[in-house]
């Protein structure tokens, strides 16, 4: 049983370049989430996917950011003209309603923008 | 004021022995659960165990174990015979809300725990 992928593990960009990350759930986990963790702090919500439908956004997910789940399988996040406060841990995490919901993380995205 | 709460930012242990690992939370909602992350320097967030609100007893996972107090909104982490391997950042979290709503996590700052040989 294959785990959560995330790919690239490491990105390094110049600021206003725009970036993408994909997020390969765990196979059947119908609900899918992206975090950010910066430095020395803990993950911070960005955005949830149920199937294909994106359900939740946090107030953190700027008009830069975009979020996609097309076919309710993998996920891209995006984001335009990154800054340098956007550097990073991008985190992605996926589960299956049970009564005991856990999330399960991938090895996340280490963003740098330069 | 901060829903997850982890007052220690570091912490040291001897190899084998036991250790806590507190975690105090604030919410109003009756339904939530608990969880407990370790996340090694490698960065992946690694599931360790779980509470939920309407458990009776406390959670247990291997040398993992839960003390759920919930009138003083605690749950605090216990690691028994501590390995050298247990070196990590320890996160705790919580989602509010019955779980079939799908809620997101709320992470605590985290405590690192370093192990001694």
């Known amino acids: 049983d294959t785990g959560v992928s995330q790919d690239p593990r490491h990105k390094i960009t110049k600021r206003g370049q725009n970036v993408t990350f994909r997020c390969d759930p765990i196979s059947e986990h119908n609900r899918l989430y992206w975090y950010r963790q910066t430095l020395g702090q803990g993950p911070e919500f960005l955005t949830y996917f149920q199937n294909e439908a994106q359900l939740e956004k946090s107030r953190l997910l700027s008009d830069r950011f975009s979020a996609e789940r097309p076919k309710g399988s993998f996920s891209t996040l995006e984001i335009q003209r990154t800054e340098q406060g956007d550097s990073a841990m991008y985190l992605c995490?996926?589960?299956?309603?049970?009564?005991?919901?856990?999330?399960?993380f991938g090895p996340g995205t280490r963003l740098l923008v330069l | 004021a901060q829903k997850i709460t982890q007052t220690q930012p570091g912490m040291f242990v001897q190899e084998k022995e036991a250790v806590t690992l507190d975690c105090t939370y604030d919410?109003?909602?009756?339904?939530?659960?608990l969880f407990w992350y370790k996340q090694p320097s490698s960065g992946e967030m690694i599931f360790l165990i779980y509470q939920g609100s309407y458990d009776q007893q406390n959670a247990t996972e291997g040398r993992y174990s839960l003390n759920f107090q919930k009138a003083r909104k605690s749950a605090n982490l216990v690691i028994s015979a501590s390995q050298l391997g247990d070196s990590a950042m320890y996160f705790c979290a919580m989602r509010e809300g019955p779980w079939w709503a799908g809620n997101m996590l709320t992470f605590g700052g985290g405590t690192r725990l370093m192990v001694k040989p």
């Open positions: 919410t109003s909602d009756p339904s939530y659960g």
């Open positions: 995490a996926s589960s299956l309603p049970t009564s005991y919901e856990t999330q399960y």
